[in-house]
């Protein structure tokens, strides 16, 4: 007994790698014949290549179902292939016929289980049933159904307030079951709806809203076919959203410039090799991007603000020729502003802060001016930063100065990288819904929701480190790994007397956990969902706003799997009872179209959601600035004149952004090699200019300590391995989850409050 009290508790970082780490060889070209060869081999492993090939092709068609990886939308006319590497190991990691089941989590303690990498505990299989960790344990057990709900309704109507609890929503959850969690949720008595999207795009939603009105992108899938220039800025859709770069690629072929703003070269960018063609898979790989802009890190603002110059100077020689006067009389407010602020800013203060000549921005904002149709696309490269709202807002003044907003071909294209994000937020899982929103839900279902703001992700950490917060719930996702500031989230967590995931599964979230865990394995996106003797179907939204339908054609892993919308129904009732009188939690449970009628009744733009989630390809939501109708306080597009970022490093220190492998999707590490970087069998890597290592004495291969420096003091990072790569001067780069540790808790993103996950201070030294 007393070495159990004194044991280690679980770890909430993975273990070290670095002595398997090689550098190899790096791709050069996305997709092509590894990427055929990756998926064949993930599928041996985990469903047997001949049934993982029949799930794969029900992936993304209109009757099967949905990916559960990324949020790029599928053509209207869809090929019998619609998915792609990564996809692939996401379907076939949920279709997987492994099972961690009870024999499992007898035989391995807690302990045990979190000494295992990332990759391992994924390995395990499909969770088959649920499993609580009691107090002062040290292994999960078995809990059937009534029991689980019991004890967290039991805790929930213990707390002095609903706001002692946090619920937190990962983008894999379906519009169906996040608006049944977001109305259990507020019918209880809280706004605390943190979500995943608060550590993604939060800073897009913020900076669009405030320029454009619409806190959403505005292309369509069909603007990238006359698009004639394409931005993509800090954003590697070869691993985030491969899928894209059959869109970029045929951008490409038919002439459109391509420009890659981005401290890395990533290869997705540079060229792809479609693994659906013969000729491409003999090496035919087509180029991407014709010009490659490699910022320094946070570099973006100073880049498009040196574009924006060269633009107006162009404008100054030539009025009328490069600003939409037209456009911006009638549409927008701001423009006289940015104009003499733009003027008035130094090329070398520009060039210092992005990190690129000023030719490179010249050369940019003639790429800008003779296309008549112009898309930007971005991702966390932007969104991740102290300043991340200003990149967004940066991005709209580019946009607006040519008009290039509600027109064919143009727009802004905010990238979601977790395949029902946006629709989650959309159906009412945020910690700061508008008022008429909640007005309409409570005028629909009969009861009164708190209008007092929830808290969001990093709050909610927060509050259960301090103490105001004492139950955490999460509907999916891997949030003690999604989260900066590791160690201090793992704290958070387990100050709480009560945390509960609901999960397909196993994952690091679940063995660092409260005085009391629960474990409930939920339907995945593939299998098929039937209530009260009736199939269902749930829908999800994409990045560009189409909602459709999403029916899984799988048996369920186990007979004792619930779907995500019969768990909340479950706890609701066990918890409210039958308040509010007018919410049949049951009788919701039982037919997905209920919900649906009630999503109808209270989401802008769902009226006739019943029938419209049954059209094939579904239906596409209205987006205001498309029409060029400004949802913003003055009825204009606005301009905002944002300063350059500092960062001041110190002598020695470096800035670090955190970045996804190959071989990985969100927190989910399905290997150890990422090939498109020539990195292999480790993930404890710091990608590092050569110039930067030499000067402080480091070779390929040597092993050091990553320390990170802010106001409330440091954090390390042991044993990673130095890899000199080409990116620039004064900047590294580190996959996550594994640096999330060296990510402050309290640095975050200005008005987004997104963890600035890609600006973070850094020194490199030998590890000792």
């Not at 793992?490 to 009391?516: D, F, P, Q």
């Amino acid at each position: 007994m007393d070495d159990e009290r004194h044991a280690p508790l679980p770890s909430a970082q993975p273990p070290h790698d670095t002595e398997e780490l090689l550098r190899v060889p790096a791709s050069t070209a996305a997709g092509g014949i590894g990427s055929l060869v990756a998926t064949l081999r993930y599928a041996r492993a985990q469903t047997g290549v001949v049934r993982g090939a029949r799930i794969l092709l029900r992936t993304n068609q209109t009757t099967g179902f949905d990916c559960p990886g990324c949020a790029w939308p599928e053509p209207a006319d869809r090929d019998t292939i619609e998915f792609c590497e990564n996809g692939a190991k996401a379907v076939l990691s949920e279709a997987t016929t492994r099972r961690a089941d009870v024999d499992l989590f007898a035989r391995s303690s807690v302990a045990e289980l979190a000494a295992h990498g990332d990759t391992w505990c994924n390995d395990q299989g499909r969770l088959v049933r649920p499993m609580v960790l009691r107090p002062g344990a040290t292994h999960y057990e078995p809990i059937d159904w009534d029991d689980a709900f019991a004890l967290v309704a039991r805790e929930l109507r213990g707390l002095t307030t609903p706001d002692e609890a946090v619920f937190y929503t990962s983008g894999r959850t379906s519009n169906e079951a996040a608006f049944l969690y977001q109305l259990f949720v507020r019918a209880l008595g809280t706004n605390n709806l943190p979500d995943c999207s608060n550590m993604c795009h939060e800073s897009s939603g913020a900076g669009l809203q405030e320029t454009i009105g619409v806190g959403k992108g505005t292309v369509h899938l069909e603007d990238f076919d006359v698009a004639d220039a394409i931005f993509v800025v800090g954003q590697n859709p070869g691993t985030n959203h491969p899928r894209m770069l059959t869109t970029l690629e045929a951008a490409a072929k038919r002439g459109a410039t391509i420009v890659s703003v981005n401290p890395l070269a990533e290869v997705g960018t540079m060229r792809f090799a479609h693994p659906q063609n013969p000729v491409a898979l003999l090496g035919d790989a087509t180029p991407i991007a014709r010009m490659h802009v490699p910022v320094r890190i946070n570099g973006d603002v100073a880049f498009f603000q040196g574009v924006i110059k060269a633009m107006l100077e162009e404008e100054d020689r030539a009025p009328g020729r490069v600003v939409d006067r037209a456009f911006v009389e009638e549409h927008t407010e701001g423009y006289g502003e940015l104009a003499r602020a733009m003027r008035e800013r130094a090329w070398t203060d520009l060039e210092v802060s992005s990190g690129v000549r000023e030719e490179a921005m010249r050369a940019a904002a003639r790429v800008a001016i003779e296309s008549r149709a112009t898309i930007v696309t971005w991702a966390m490269g932007l969104t991740q930063h102290v300043n991340a709202v200003d990149n967004v807002r940066t991005i709209a003044a580019f946009l607006l100065l040519r008009g290039r907003l509600g027109k064919p071909g143009a727009g802004a294209c905010p990238v979601r990288g977790h395949s029902n994000v946006q629709g989650d937020r959309t159906m009412g899982i945020w910690e700061k819904m508008p008022d008429a929103w909640l007005t309409r839900l409570g005028r629909e279902l009969g009861f009164e929701p708190p209008r007092a703001h929830g808290l969001d992700t990093v709050e909610s950490i927060h509050a259960m480190l301090d103490g105001r917060a004492k139950i955490f719930f999460a509907m999916g996702g891997n949030f003690l790994s999604a989260a900066p500031d590791t160690e201090r989230t793992a704290e958070a967590l387990r100050r709480c007397r009560l945390t509960v995931h609901v999960s397909t599964k196993l994952h690091r979230g679940h063995l660092v956990t409260g005085t009391t865990a629960l474990i409930l394995p939920c339907l995945g996106r593939t299998e098929v969902d039937v209530q009260a003797g009736a199939p269902q179907f749930v829908t999800v939204e994409d990045s560009m706003g189409i909602v459709h339908a999403s029916r899984g054609s799988l048996p369920p892993a186990s007979e004792h799997l619930l779907s995500e919308t019969r768990i909340v129904a479950r706890l609701a009732r066990a918890t409210l009872g039958d308040r509010p009188p007018r919410i049949d939690w049951d009788g919701l449970a039982d037919d997905y179209d209920r919900i649906r009628a009630h999503i109808a009744n209270v989401v802008p733009d769902c009226e006739g959601y019943v029938e419209k989630v049954r059209e094939p390809s579904g239906f596409r939501l209205y987006n205001p600035a498309r029409e060029r109708v400004w949802d913003t306080a003055t009825g204009k597009a606005r301009f905002v004149v944002c300063a350059l970022p500092r960062h001041d490093l110190r002598p020695g220190q470096l800035l670090m952004m955190t970045v996804r492998s190959h071989d990985q999707y969100n927190t989910t590490v399905y290997g150890p090699d990422d090939r498109y970087r020539g990195v292999r069998g480790g993930r404890r890597v710091v990608l590092m200019n050569a110039d930067d290592a030499r000067e402080r004495g480091f070779r390929g291969g040597d092993v050091v300590d990553v320390t990170s420096h802010f106001a409330d003091g440091e954090r390390c990072a042991k044993r990673f391995v130095v890899a000199p790569y080409a990116i620039p001067r004064g900047c590294c780069a580190t996959y996550f989850p594994e640096a999330n540790v060296l990510v402050p808790l309290g640095a975050v993103a200005r008005t987004s409050n997104t963890p600035a996950s890609k600006s973070v201070v850094v020194t490199v030294t030998r590890a000792v």
